[in-house]
């Protein structure tokens, strides 16, 4: 298709980008609220593809890091991605992605993240399987069973504390691989509601933090029952600080029958309740690419008990930077990826994404035929190196 991507331009220009993109994803057009988005979007950040004078297509990425290994890895995250549906079809999606990568690179986004209306569009230009966003359910009086810790003081949470709730998220944020390095920007469409979210948190023993805190909103349900519990985001470390916010949560079970959350299927919940007595309700897997494949193994963590050196060959024809032969060495928590080895696993975009945040094992991927090796010791190495719990993420964007 005769497309041309580049930037908008004009003003005029942006309010077509955000009326397409409104109606690519069934929202009302408000004219006040695109009036104001247009005062704040950064429009270095948008492209737009135009077949002739008509707007085709458009995709904008937001600034996050996320964590993997215990280090935040530069990360461009694309919302939203839309195509006019009578220009659908023609390959415009995975040619206004594509284009965002040089200019990703040049900002240091090593990796990009998204969650897929269509898997195969995005495997096409290089993403992967990269973690959970799973929607849980459980019955209110079921978390009631917890042990309940003693000792602990639970207080309700207002404005003058945002910044001990940030620090706290970031503590926690960098023990799950797959969590969001949550930029100003992103704080503030958090936070975007607060008077009509609930937040609770515990002090640490020195009172000048918190060691946890719970945020949730109410949401209507069918009578008789008033409402049930959405929890937004649970942030504890500690397993008594973890129980003690679960029961105040469940204190509302008299009203609120059930109780839904974010949280990958092997959950640290599940090991504490007594039974398996929540219920998935709802998943995708959000996915990830290498734009910077260099810079992306020099930014994340590794387990500071493996040290090993495999021989990659990386084909990859959308960031041509990216392809060719490396050698990855891991040593003291640290990756580095250097020109040069033999080439001993081939590995693909989409399965290094994969491979890279831990979400499928090297052995998983060469049984899928999207990694290519004789050697077992290396796969093994590899397994080894990106090995850790489910990567999973709360925020949709």
């Not at 990826?337 to 060469?366: D, H, I, K, M, N």
């Not at 999207?370 to 090995?387: E, G, I, M, Q």
Request: include cysteine; aromatic fraction near 10%.
């Amino acid at each position: 298709m005769d497309a041309a991507i580049r930037a908008p331009e004009t003003d005029d220009e942006w309010r077509e980008v955000h009326d397409l993109w409104s109606r690519a994803f069934s929202t009302r057009i408000d004219h006040a609220k695109r009036e104001e988005w247009l005062t704040k979007v950064d429009r270095s950040r948008g492209l737009a593809a135009y077949v002739g004078s008509d707007l085709a297509a458009a995709a904008f990425v937001r600034p996050f890091g996320q964590y993997f290994g215990g280090r935040a890895v530069p990360m461009g995250g694309f919302s939203p991605v839309a195509v006019a549906p009578e220009h659908r079809g023609r390959g415009l999606g995975s040619r206004i992605t594509a284009a965002h990568y040089p200019s990703m690179r040049e900002r240091g986004e090593a990796i990009a993240t998204l969650y897929p209306a269509s898997t195969q569009l995005y495997r096409g230009v290089g993403f992967g399987l990269g973690g959970e966003y799973a929607h849980q359910r459980i019955a209110s009086r079921d978390l009631q069973r917890l042990r309940r810790p003693t000792g602990l003081a639970v207080r309700r949470l207002g404005e003058a504390d945002l910044g001990s709730v940030k620090r706290c998220y970031a503590a926690n944020a960098a023990a799950r691989d797959g969590w969001v390095d949550r930029p100003e920007v992103w704080w503030d469409r958090v936070f975007e509601s607060i008077a009509e979210q609930h937040l609770y948190g515990i002090e640490a023993e020195d009172g000048q933090a918190l060691s946890g805190y719970v945020r949730y909103v109410h949401r209507p349900t069918k009578p008789p029952f008033n409402y049930t519990i959405e929890v937004q985001e649970l942030c504890a470390l500690d397993t008594d600080v973890l129980v003690t916010l679960w029961h105040l949560v469940a204190s509302s079970s008299t009203q609120a029958p059930s109780v839904t959350w974010i949280a990958p299927h092997d959950n640290e919940l599940l090991h504490l309740l007594p039974d398996q007595d929540f219920e998935p309700t709802g998943e995708i897997r959000w996915m990830v690419r290498l734009v910077d494949a260099h810079a992306a193994m020099a930014a994340r963590g590794f387990p500071e008990a493996v040290a090993a050196s495999v021989d990659l060959d990386l084909p990859d024809k959308y960031c041509e930077w990216n392809a060719g032969r490396w050698r990855l060495t891991i040593e003291g928590g640290r990756g580095v990826l250097q020109r040069g080895g033999e080439g001993t696993v081939s590995v693909g975009p989409p399965a290094l994404a994969s491979l890279f945040t831990g979400y499928a094992g090297a052995e998983v991927l060469r049984r899928a035929g999207l990694l290519a090796s004789s050697d077992d010791r290396a796969v093994a190495a590899l397994s080894a190196a990106f090995a850790g719990p489910t990567p999973w993420c709360a925020d949709f964007f």
